[in-house]
């Protein structure tokens, strides 16, 4: 074991450290035999209470299940002394870089191209039965040749099975579906394709579509944008063939955190995307879907018209890239901090936890 | 999850990967870790059971000798049987069941119960019960696996209702890294239960379905003979779909037959791998007329594994000491190399950290940055680049 572990360290070298953060730092790195980049995100072990840290332990559990282009690429997984390296893709930069670099300019067909890319990604977790979780701009990286990559799964986990409850604290709130915000703990990939239809939205407005200060203020951004839900948008499921089902598919106003809103109207999303066409704008409203079962799947949206409409999507390596290369980042949970009110990350949390009152006090092994 | 995997399980025998397949959903689970490093034939298994016996009893043999040498009075009495594999299997077995009722207690998920003894049945590739006592591993794979299937618990909490005392959390996270090195740090698993649940429900949208009862009466007995299979070596040879039809066919050979027929005609399925499906019944039925191993059995094994101990880890012995002195003297040569790096560093003004002169003052005080520094240095090795960040 030790041997393996070895030959595969001694296969990279670690360089110049790109990104530090309180759990992990990240190291530019080459493959010795091949010279090929990579990035070397070392995670600090042995210092938690707990043991491994179970956002390590997501991110290198998905990510040695996940091979696809528009997913970040783990080449190797090592262990030196007590810390833990994973050996990733070198990606030059990312989708939130580019969003703000006010320099470039972005033609419709650079648009379509990224939202495919990010779809493709996006419906290969899916059909794995993994939830990102934490899909925002700044974790759709991008390589040397425009390529995008899903990256980032720390929060990742598999669909759960009917009846078990999740976790209604992950997504950074900005990209957070109603649902989650109202605090169901029974969801779907649902809630990652609301995420890609505010990155489609920010892709178009270059700048955040739905920031709120909190989450109370979140969903009054989000009604303001699009109307307050009514029970007809949102509707109580009354189908009990899938009795199994039936805690997924609940209406709104029985949602636990759910808390009557100000009526606001309805505004067709044209009046402020007014430059998107209609094949852009049928996708944004199908991704911006109020009740999580009529928002479309990713797989699907990549069979909407908008993609097979002219302009083409750019091909990658013609993509608008920054000037800049990407800079030192910070890693979670230091991104939380940093961000203070308006935060962009998403706060890491536990699903289930089982009931230690009703573990019986006594055990026998043999 | 669902009664495809029927289809897929055909193609995954042939061993025919293939990398330009990997976006047709037939080849998902053929990406999976578990399809790519966890299956071997029976033959490739008990080879790798045997090797790692027989190294480990080896390197105790050797110990005992050199310790003889050291110390010509020891009294390590050397005249004790070495455990054979089947007894290490035995072992294994017997802690594998152990599992259950702590997950019951728990009220942890299936989930967890099955991928905890996964893990501990990977471990058991390349290691020995000499090495890794299976009931530290059994705790430590139940422990990691609370994590990675979303139940988890505070390794506190955690040993205070498993140890009843005896067990601290510092034991079972001790051996975490370990285990997670010997798993590949591959956490993801596919359980037969679920491919089992799969097919149930596939079962209830067939045509001539049966009834309800019948169905759950079957599928009871099903997940039954599931948790038999887990204590058998099943899933490091066949797939999750494979186990589950092998369960199937014992508790209904009629039901599962009509099922087979009904997704060849309806939706193009091969026919199952019918050696795979007669493979699971056959383990099962070995474990099933074996029954479980005696307490008696398992003491007589855990006294002779107690005594089977490389000498260099048993203390109060010649080569214990010797051991401990290596490691004094490893440790004061890496002190040297330490100081020397900072000479070194000194001199330089900078080192490939940046700011190396605020780190080194810390280091003194605190030894975690100093071992990181270390570390770091070691990382680069010869290569010394020296970037600025």
Redesign the interface.
């Known amino acids: 074991?030790d041997q393996l572990?070895n030959a595969i360290m001694k296969r990279y070298?670690?360089?110049?450290?790109v990104g530090e953060g309180t759990y992990a730092s990240v190291y530019q790195g080459h493959c010795v035999e091949t010279g090929r980049l990579v990035a070397i995100k070392k995670i600090k072990?042995?210092?938690f209470?707990?043991?491994?840290d179970?956002s390590a332990?997501r991110e290198?559990?998905?990510l040695?299940?996940l091979?696809?282009e528009n997913v970040i690429e783990m080449l190797d997984?090592f262990?030196?002394?007590?810390?833990?390296n994973l050996v990733l893709e070198f990606l030059t930069t990312d989708l939130e870089l580019i969003i703000k670099d006010r320099s470039l300019i972005f033609r419709p067909g650079d648009i379509k191209s990224w939202m495919a890319m990010t779809l493709r990604g996006v419906d290969w977790c899916h059909?794995?039965?993994i939830l990102h979780r934490d899909l925002k701009p700044n974790n759709l990286l991008i390589n040397d040749k425009g390529i995008l990559k899903v990256a980032d799964f720390g929060l990742a986990?598999?669909v759960?099975?009917p009846g078990?409850k999740?976790t209604c604290q992950v997504i950074t709130r900005w990209y957070r579906p109603p649902e989650l915000l109202f605090g169901a703990r029974a969801y779907s990939s649902a809630v990652d394709v609301w995420s890609v239809g505010c990155i489609f939205a920010e892709l178009l407005l270059r700048t955040p579509y739905l920031p709120g200060e909190n989450d109370i203020e979140q969903l009054n951004t989000i009604f303001r944008a699009l109307g307050t839900p009514s029970e007809s948008d949102w509707p109580v499921c009354t189908d009990r063939m899938f009795e199994a089902f039936a805690n997924a598919r609940q209406g709104h106003t029985t949602l636990p955190s759910y808390i009557k809103f100000k009526d606001y109207p309805k505004q067709p999303l044209e009046d402020l995307f007014s430059a998107a066409g209609n094949d852009a704008i049928d996708l944004l409203g199908k991704c911006l879907q109020y009740d999580p079962h009529e928002r479309i799947s990713a797989g699907s949206a990549l069979r909407l018209p908008y993609f097979s409409n002219q302009p083409k999507p750019t091909p990658p390596p013609l993509l608008p890239k920054p000037l800049k290369q990407l800079e030192?980042r910070a890693l979670p949970p230091d991104a939380l901090a940093a961000q203070g009110t308006n935060k962009r990350k998403a706060e890491a949390d536990?699903?289930?936890?089982?009931?230690?009152r009703?573990?019986?006090?006594?055990?026998d092994?043999? | 999850m669902n009664g495809d995997g029927v289809i897929e399980e055909n193609v995954a025998q042939q061993e025919t990967h293939d990398t330009q397949n990997t976006h047709t959903p037939q080849a998902i689970y053929h990406d999976s870790s578990q399809y790519r490093h966890w299956r071997f034939s029976a033959e490739e298994l008990h080879e790798k059971r045997a090797a790692a016996n027989g190294k480990a009893v080896a390197v105790t043999r050797a110990g005992w000798d050199e310790e003889k040498e050291l110390n010509p009075e020891s009294s390590l009495s050397t005249s004790i049987t070495p455990p054979s594999v089947q007894e290490e299997d035995d072992l294994i077995v017997y802690y594998l069941s152990q599992i259950r009722p702590i997950c019951n207690l728990f009220q942890f998920p299936e989930n967890v119960e099955a991928t905890a003894m996964t893990y501990m049945k990977r471990v058991y590739l390349a290691n020995s019960v000499v090495d890794l006592h299976p009931k530290r591993v059994m705790l430590t794979s139940l422990f990691l696996a609370t994590k990675t299937v979303n139940t988890p618990i505070s390794a506190a909490d955690f040993a205070k209702y498993v140890g009843k005392g005896k067990i601290s959390a510092e034991s079972i996270l001790d051996i975490e890294f370990l285990i997670s090195q010997n798993l590949r740090f591959e956490f993801a698993t596919h359980p037969a239960h679920r491919a089992a649940w799969g097919i149930y429900l596939d079962m209830q949208t067939m045509a001539s379905r049966q009834s309800q009862q019948v169905l759950d009466g079957v599928y009871a007995e099903v997940r039954q003979l599931i948790r038999v299979s887990r204590l058998t070596y099943a899933e490091l040879i066949y797939s999750p779909s494979q186990i589950a039809l092998g369960c199937f066919s014992m508790v209904n050979k009629g039901l599962l037959d009509e099922y087979v027929g009904w997704k060849k005609t309806e939706f193009g399925a091969e026919e199952p791998n019918a050696n795979a499906v007669e493979g699971v019944v056959n383990l099962i039925n070995i474990h099933k007329s074996r029954g479980g191993l005696k307490k008696e059995a398992v003491q007589d094994i855990d006294k002779r594994l107690k005594l089977w101990q490389d000498p260099s880890k048993v203390e109060g012995t010649a080569m214990y000491k010797k051991k401990q002195e290596q490691a004094e003297q490893e440790d004061y040569e890496k002190r040297a190399k330490r100081q020397l790096e900072v000479e070194r560093s000194n001199y330089d003004g900078e080192s490939v950290f940046g700011e190396a002169l605020p780190a080194l003052k810390r280091s003194r005080t605190n030894e975690g940055v100093e071992e990181e520094q270390e570390q770091e240095q070691e990382q680069n090795g010869s290569q010394q680049v020296k970037q600025e960040i």
């Open positions: 074991m572990n070298s670690k360089e110049r450290k072990i042995g210092q209470k707990d043991g491994l179970m332990i290198v559990k998905f040695q299940e091979k696809h997984v262990s030196a002394k007590q810390n833990l059909r794995n039965f986990r598999d759960a099975d078990m999740m030192p536990q699903d289930q936890k089982p009931d230690l009703k573990v019986a006090r006594k055990l092994f043999q």
